[in-house]
């Protein structure tokens, strides 16, 4: 089920696809029998459409979020993130399948697959409003780079993704809701408190099975995280954080401010 989204590349048809795949695997746990992890390969690079066209961060054009345009780039960006947390969130699913982890895990994932899955459709269904879509500009590449970086370190992948980029997240969401709120779009405002809300849960998975991998080891999670953080994570973290919402996560001041640049 995961490979069968990862390689679906329509951002509309992948995501219908996984809340199918999210609501099945929940009704079999629900009904008491449920569906096998199984293993699986998944791929590479996930499929993705043909547009937007993927440039290097430094050539997608920078505009101001004070205009209507600059919103709906905006807008698109987050578009962007969200289809590639789909990705993200079901390829942790089919990835590290050959180390037994309770089902849980595979619960946690798959339930922020959907939630993934409703961002992006949100997201797609402003800018459609707004007389745009998604594909509509340029978007960054090299989104996949953590995915690819952490393919057989699950440690690291949890380290990366769910506790440095969508913690990032939270860090940031707050000030893109003040622009839509100010410019008065309403539906924008909506669908980025839902996701603002629902993000939380997500850095809360990644700290929750990160800490739980390091009590099985015997390690020490705050140290194996800035080793694996500095190993796999390109550049310092950046403050401002979100610490309450951090905090609300599982995410602990002494995980990222070691991490941070001077800040200066
Ligand atoms: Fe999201
Ligand atoms: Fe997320």
């Known amino acids: 089920m995961a490979v069968e989204v990862l390689t679906t590349a329509d951002g509309r048809a992948k995501t219908a696809l996984g809340r199918a795949h999210s609501a099945?695997?929940?009704?079999?746990?629900?009904?008491?029998?449920?569906?096998?992890?199984?293993?699986?390969?998944?791929?590479?690079?996930?499929?993705?459409?043909a547009q937007p066209d993927l440039l290097n961060p430094r050539d997608v054009p920078r505009r101001r979020p004070g205009s209507p345009l600059g919103r709906i780039a905006l807008l698109h960006a987050v578009a962007h993130i969200e289809l590639n947390a789909v990705d993200l969130h079901w390829d942790i699913i089919a990835r590290f399948t050959d180390q037994p982890m309770p089902m849980g895990f595979y619960d946690d994932w798959v339930k922020a697959a959907d939630e993934e899955a409703k961002h992006f459709n949100?997201?797609?269904?402003?800018?459609?409003?707004l007389g745009s879509h998604y594909g509509a500009m340029p978007a960054h590449a090299g989104m996949w780079r953590a995915a690819e970086d952490t393919?057989?370190?699950?440690?690291?992948?949890?380290?990366?993704?769910?506790?440095?980029?969508?913690?990032?997240?939270l860090d940031v969401t707050p000030g893109m809701i003040d622009i839509?709120?100010?410019?008065?779009?309403?539906?924008?405002?909506?669908?980025?408190?839902?996701?603002?809300?629902?993000?939380?849960?997500?850095?809360a998975y990644g700290s929750k099975w990160f800490n739980w991998l390091c009590g099985r080891d015997g390690t020490d999670p705050k140290d194996v995280f800035h080793t694996l953080v500095r190993r796999y994570f390109h550049g310092n973290l950046k403050p401002p954080f979100n610490e309450a919402k951090r905090a609300d996560a599982g995410l602990p001041p002494d995980f990222y401010w070691p991490l941070a640049g001077t800040g200066t």
């Open 180 to 203: 839509f709120r100010a410019a008065g779009e309403t539906q924008a405002l909506t669908a980025l408190e839902v996701i603002y809300a629902e993000e939380v849960a997500h850095v």
């Open 24 to 49: 099945r695997w929940f009704a079999a746990r629900a009904a008491g029998q449920p569906l096998p992890v199984g293993h699986a390969t998944p791929p590479d690079q996930p499929a993705r459409p």
């Open 122 to 129: 949100l997201i797609c269904d402003c800018l459609e409003a």
């Open 151 to 169: 393919a057989h370190d699950l440690h690291g992948r949890l380290a990366v993704v769910p506790m440095v980029l969508e913690a990032r997240g």
